[in-house]
Nanobody, 126 residues
């Protein structure tokens, strides 16, 4: 069983920055594909970024490319999402996800994962 706990969300002005964390616990979690997704009110959950277990491969949604950076710290079993140059349209509940058998590309395309966190709220004011 894998548990994922997000933190780091908050209220920030447009143009500001935040760093989200996803602490992962469980057997062999360092070999999992990890990802970030978000869901705004009244909208479907959408892909933000994924990272392979080796951290060698990353994917980003076009809407966040160049502004967000996904990373994984093996020593802490923690995934991060650095959010820079935030926009009001980035406001959403951000979820982290983990899966032992899917690739970073597949998680990006399908939006499916075996494990999900509870979410952390990001609110960007204009």
């Amino acid at each position: 069983q894998v548990q994922l706990v997000e933190s780091g969300g908050g209220l920030v002005q447009a143009g500001g920055s935040l760093r989200l964390s996803c602490a992962a616990s469980g057997r062999a979690v360092s070999s999992y594909t990890m990802g970030w997704f978000r869901q705004a009110p009244g909208k479907e959950r959408e892909f933000v970024a994924t990272i392979s277990w080796s951290s060698a491969i990353t994917y980003y949604a076009d809407s966040v490319k160049g502004r967000f950076t996904i990373s994984w710290e093996n020593a802490k079993n923690t995934m991060y999402l650095q959010l820079n140059t935030l926009k009001p349209e980035d406001t959403a509940l951000y979820y982290c996800a983990a899966d032992p058998s899917t690739s970073a590309y597949e998680m990006r395309v399908t939006g499916r994962a075996d494990y999900w966190g509870q979410g952390t709220q990001v609110t960007v004011s204009s």
